[in-house]
């Protein structure tokens, strides 16, 4: 390879070589600027061995594109490989902050080891269901970012290095025929150092060489050479972790045994397990530093219902054990005396082995209804058992055998037993009911396949829409069917996956039926409440809401859409939208969109540092774009335009480039002042209107923020003439600031009701 220096100011391809930032044995990288798409990117010249051997750059192709595919933010994104004038490189996301290895000069605190650790085991879960091996985890392949988050760097890169076997590059030997070594030598498995396969299990291994690292301040395995490094790999055992550092506890080392056991089939199973572990540690530690006195059950009677365990062979049926786990919810809510932890809050429990008393705490519950369901054919059996949290005790437990078409009674007979054991009940005398609404099971498995699908927003919408339309098809009077049938489509005008001239009449139409068909259904007046706001029918929406909290006051999307759609975005009522908020969060404290509609509520309130305060609750709760965006939208109410934007980035990317954050991220950049990168946000939202449906108000927020006020006006005129739901954002959403300048967009605020 020609000297580094004289690559700087040269265009490679369609990428301008702006300085050197880093080299290795696996090549130089560059920071470059991609010139088409005006962002800066790391750029990664390769070995010329590769460029030179046919079988390796194919090989090299083939597994970097596979890396491409990965897209988890804690994942090194790969834009682009190629060749130009003989140079072979890759060009991969330009990140700010330093590697793992650079701050590994002494042990580190526990709480960042953990907090690392499981942004690795994600990334690696992510990578191994896209059937991606790292092979090569170690500190100098872990990014920190500025904002403290991981991102596992070459994924598909260490598979092509120079296999040659002197003593001293054994250090960083990587192969990929079949007997040879491959991997960096302090952090290989012993399959690894052997030649032998490997798979997942490897990369966990090398993980705990890491992990182990990160908190002794030293490798798990010593040697003077490479041979007896090799020796140490495939023969010691480790020093416990609890020697070198008495004050760490026994589960960190249990875990540490499970990653560096040689037998590959004694280590975690996956990534996502070792991931549950070391959550379930760092929420103990948690625990245990509070006072002694957060482990009092709280007064009154109170309950958390877990989902249940779905033990059918059949992965579908794992809709119907979460529906029938928030049916016993919604029947045991009815009761006025009874303390019932909300759904979203439960269901960060699933999937995780925590200790009750940790869930009693969290949840401010004494007991918790925990069980199975097995589906077979039309052969049922459910599981139940209430346990008392302070001590373990079962208070009370229950085997159901019975047919499907008995669910209904099933159900109301757990809620019923629960009511009798923790002596409360109705006003009058009366039990806690289901309300089932339909004696069609097919349509009331397919009605609980959506509202779990709609739970997970994007493109899960869609599939939604088609279990609730399938629903109402088979049972027509089933009214809860149709408020999920109208919620499902609200929402796939709102993010844009149909057009609103099709999508908000129907939504519209399925909601009136739902309150026809049952007025008494807080769903449907909320679903009704969204279709009158997508309509810019903005007092009938506010009633409806009204009435949907009459009916529910704890009803989570109401609180939340209320809050934020109406108070915060049509009305510019604050102070009111962030009471609002803070009562979603009081009911369902552990939700994180519930947070995030807080932070949102701070955010366009003025109030940037506790925006960010509940925005990082919010992505602590669930990882999710929703959770990035509402912190974006908080570094930006803060000025921090520079974290807004690094925030934004993963949230485009969790996303799968959203418009919703494709809009977002242009007005951060705009406000942060970068206009060329600004344009090619833009340009990108043009392309992909003239292949399909994009929104309208976010082409105009785009074209607004790219300083193309004459083509932002004309969105926001499309926008109004198709009645694009997110027009109504238009007073008060900050990213529209640029727009309200314009007195041809106030124009439309006029005609809408909205001054």
Not at 168 to 172: G, V
Not at 333 to 344: F, K, N, S, Y
Not at 440 to 443: I, V
Not at 522 to 530: K, M, N, R, S
């Given at each position: 390879m020609a000297d580094s220096s004289s690559l700087i100011g040269q265009n490679i391809s369609h990428y301008r070589i702006l300085e050197k930032v880093g080299g290795g044995g696996m090549g130089v990288v560059y920071k470059a600027e991609d010139t088409r798409l005006r962002r800066f990117v790391a750029l990664k010249f390769l070995p010329d061995e590769v460029a030179q051997d046919s079988q390796a750059w194919a090989r090299f192709q083939r597994e970097a594109q596979a890396a491409s595919a990965l897209n988890h933010p804690n994942i090194c994104t790969i834009y682009d490989i190629g060749e130009s004038d003989g140079k072979t490189f890759i060009a991969m996301e330009f990140l700010q902050g330093t590697t793992l290895k650079h701050i590994m000069d002494k042990p580190l605190d526990l709480d960042q080891v953990l907090e690392i650790g499981i942004e690795i085991a994600d990334a690696l879960t992510a990578a191994h269901a896209g059937h991606v091996i790292h092979r090569d985890i170690k500190p100098a392949n872990i990014f920190l970012t500025e904002l403290g988050h991981a991102k596992v760097l070459d994924f598909g890169l260490a598979k092509i290095a120079d296999p040659a076997r002197t003593e001293?590059?054994?250090?960083?030997i990587t192969l990929t025929q079949s007997g040879t070594v491959m991997g960096t030598l302090p952090y290989m498995s012993p399959e690894q150092v052997q030649g032998r396969g490997s798979d997942h299990r490897t990369d966990i291994f090398s993980l705990g060489v890491v992990i182990y690292e990160m908190v002794a301040g030293q490798r798990p395995f010593q040697g003077e050479t490479a041979a007896e490094l090799m020796s140490s790999i495939l023969r010691d055992l480790p020093k416990p972790i609890t020697e070198l550092r008495v004050e760490l506890p026994a589960a960190l080392q249990s875990i540490l045994g499970r990653c560096l056991s040689k037998d590959t089939n004694a280590r975690f199973a996956s990534a996502k397990e070792l991931r549950e572990a070391m959550d379930q540690l760092r929420r103990q530690i948690a625990t245990d530093s509070g006072s002694a006195s957060s482990s009092i059950a709280p007064a009154g009677a109170s309950i958390a219902v877990l989902p249940f365990t779905n033990?059918?062979?059949?992965?579908?049926?794992?809709?119907?054990?979460?529906?029938?786990?928030?049916e016993i919810i919604n029947a045991?809510?009815?009761?006025?005396?009874?303390?019932?932890?909300?759904?979203?809050?439960?269901?960060?429990?699933?999937?995780?082995?925590?200790?009750?008393r940790v869930i009693g705490e969290r949840l401010n519950v004494s007991t918790v209804l925990e069980g199975s369901v097995r589906k077979s054919g039309n052969r049922l059996r459910i599981m139940a058992q209430l346990i008392n949290v302070a001590d373990g005790y079962h208070l009370w437990s229950e085997r159901y055998d019975r047919e499907l078409k008995d669910i209904f009674e099933v159900q109301d007979e757990i809620a019923r037993s629960i009511a009798d054991r923790l002596k409360v009940s109705l006003k009058g005398g009366q039990q806690p009911s289901l309300r089932a609404g339909t004696d069609?099971?097919?349509?009331y498995q397919l009605y609980l396949k959506g509202r779990a699908l709609l739970y997970r927003r994007g493109q899960d919408i869609r599939r939604a829409a088609e279990c609730f339309e399938r629903a109402v098809a088979l049972a027509p009077d089933y009214a809860s069917a149709w408020a999920g049938h109208a919620d499902a489509l609200n929402m796939l005008a709102l993010y844009g996956f149909g057009r609103p001239e099709v999508t908000v009449p129907k939504g519209m139409e399925a909601a009136r039926r739902a309150v026809t068909l049952d007025p008494s259904l807080?769903?449907?007046?909320?679903?009704?409440?969204?279709a009158h706001l997508f309509a810019w029918e903005w007092s009938?929406?506010?009633?409806?809401?009204?009435q949907a909290l009459e009916l529910n006051p704890r009803y989570l999307q109401a609180l939340a859409w209320y809050s934020l759609f109406y108070l915060l975005w049509v009305m510019g009522r604050f102070e009111?939208?962030?009471n609002q908020a803070k009562k979603a969060v009081e009911c369902d404290p552990l939700s994180g969109y519930a947070n995030g509609m807080l932070a949102f509520s701070y955010a366009h309130g003025g109030k940037g540092a506790e925006a960010v305060a509940a925005a990082t609750v919010a992505v602590k709760l669930e990882e999710s774009y929703f959770g990035y965006w509402t912190l974006q939208a908080a570094y930006q109410a803060s000025g921090e335009f520079e974290k807004a934007a690094e925030v934004g980035e993963i949230a485009l990317a969790i996303s799968g480039r959203h418009v919703f954050a494709m809009s977002a991220l242009a007005t951060t950049l705009a406000d942060w002042g970068k206009v060329a990168d600004v344009a090619a946000?833009?340009?990108?939202?043009?392309?992909?209107a003239a292949r399909g449906y994009v929104s309208p108000v976010h082409l105009a927020v785009a074209a607004s923020a790219a300083g193309e006020m004459e083509k932002a006006i004309a969105h926001s005129q499309e926008a109004y003439q198709i009645r694009d739901p997110m027009l109504m954002t238009a007073r008060y959403w900050p990213d529209m600031e640029r727009l309200r300048t314009d007195p041809r967009f106030n124009e439309i605020l006029v005609r809408m009701g909205l001054k």
């Open positions: 001293a590059e054994l250090a960083t033990l059918s062979s059949d992965p579908e049926n794992e809709f119907f054990a979460d529906g029938i786990t928030e045991l809510a009815q009761i006025e005396d009874l303390h019932v932890a909300a759904r979203t809050s439960a269901f960060s429990f699933k999937g995780k082995h925590v200790d009750l069609n099971l097919e349509a807080a769903e449907a007046h909320c679903a009704l409440a969204c009938e929406a506010e009633r409806e809401f009204l009111e939208s962030l946000i833009y340009a990108e939202l043009i392309a992909r």
